[in-house]
């Protein structure tokens, strides 16, 4: 769905995923309210429907639960609905938005599902994006664990790693973000960087070559999705080559060619941080998350290996 006017685009946030279940089963899964309680909202939240019309111009009324113990009153109308095609979804509770999803059958087994949220004033989108853009992050994968139930297909699991450091928010920041410092860390070790091409900003990329002790060079590529200074960054890592297009693993070619990646920078004091990476599979077909899922033990030597390097630049 293109947005043509840039005051909107301005106030627009959005996935566009693939997944694995025939177009049937995400349209139940997205119309029925038995399915749509379990997977609808941020990790940790539930909630309790008090009325739900899947119906144009019907009424969704629910109070949203937070893991904080805080109870959010959400009231919603169906603004359109075209069956197996479209659903607009009029959020009446404050913060004011309207929800797009656009449903397409890829095949008998796979269904993109492109989800847009327009937040109507532009001040409420500045002060809530950052929440935003985590919560529909988090409401897909839920998604995905709410499709699998039905499917009977493989759940990604998602590969999480942390590390404290003795270094500031500010100094860890650097590290993550600057070309010149990633570079001296970057990557599993006795690897170095060579190419580098970086515009570090919301939907910029790092482009970058890796250049192994018997020359061989392998590419990938980041693409940044969201950035919050010394607190957040989320971006999609895939393979590349010298072109800077999207590639498979060269020794593992089923493996998820983009994998969602967010680093959270956690300060432990005024000298300290930690480091919280996770990995998430997208648009991956089943046998590729199997091969992800059984993976975890290597993502944990290589990712160990590059936070050592890390350290020892940081001592």
């Known amino acids: 769905m293109a947005i043509e006017n840039d ?3 301005n106030r627009t946030l959005g996935t566009n995923r693939i997944f694995n279940a025939p177009l049937e089963i995400v349209w139940k899964i997205w119309s029925d309210i038995n399915f749509l309680n379990n997977w609808w909202g941020p990790r940790g939240f539930t909630q309790t429907t008090s009325k739900h019309e899947f119906k144009e111009n019907g009424v969704w009324s629910f109070v949203m639960h937070g893991p904080n113990g805080e109870n959010y009153q959400n009231d919603h109308v169906y603004s359109e609905i075209i069956p197996m095609k479209k659903i607009v979804i009029r959020h009446n509770s404050h913060p004011q938005f309207t929800v797009t999803a656009l449903f397409k059958a890829i095949d008998s087994k796979r269904t993109q599902v492109e989800f847009i949220q327009v937040i109507d ?4 989108h500045e002060s809530v994006k950052d929440f935003a853009i985590v919560a529909n992050m988090e409401h897909q994968m839920k998604f995905e664990a709410e499709l699998a139930k039905l499917t009977g297909e493989i759940i990604p699991n998602e590969f999480i790693i942390s590390r404290e450091f003795n270094a500031d928010l500010n100094t860890m920041w650097k590290m993550f973000t600057e070309p010149e410092h990633m570079a001296s860390w970057y990557g599993p070790k006795e690897i170095k960087i060579g190419h ?3 515009s570090f900003k919301r939907g910029g990329y790092y482009h970058f070559s890796m250049i192994a002790e018997d020359s061989n060079e392998s590419w990938g590529k980041v693409y940044y999705f969201d950035i919050v200074k010394n607190i957040r960054l989320i971006y999609v890592t895939t393979f590349s080559n010298a072109r800077g297009e999207i590639t498979r693993h060269p020794m593992a070619p089923l493996m998820p060619a983009e994998l969602l990646t967010t680093i959270n920078f ?3 004091d005024d000298n300290n941080s930690k480091i919280e990476i996770r990995w998430y599979p997208i648009n ?3 046998e590729e998350i199997k091969m992800f899922n059984d993976f975890h033990g290597s993502f944990q030597m290589g990712w160990n290996g590059s936070l050592d ?4 630049v940081l001592k």
């Open 121 to 124: 004033d532009q001040k409420v």
């Open 266 to 268: 956690l300060k432990v």
């Open 7 to 9: 005051e909107v685009k």
């Open 284 to 286: 991956a077909l089943p």
């Open 196 to 198: 580098c091409d970086m």
């Open 309 to 312: 390097r890390l350290e020892s």
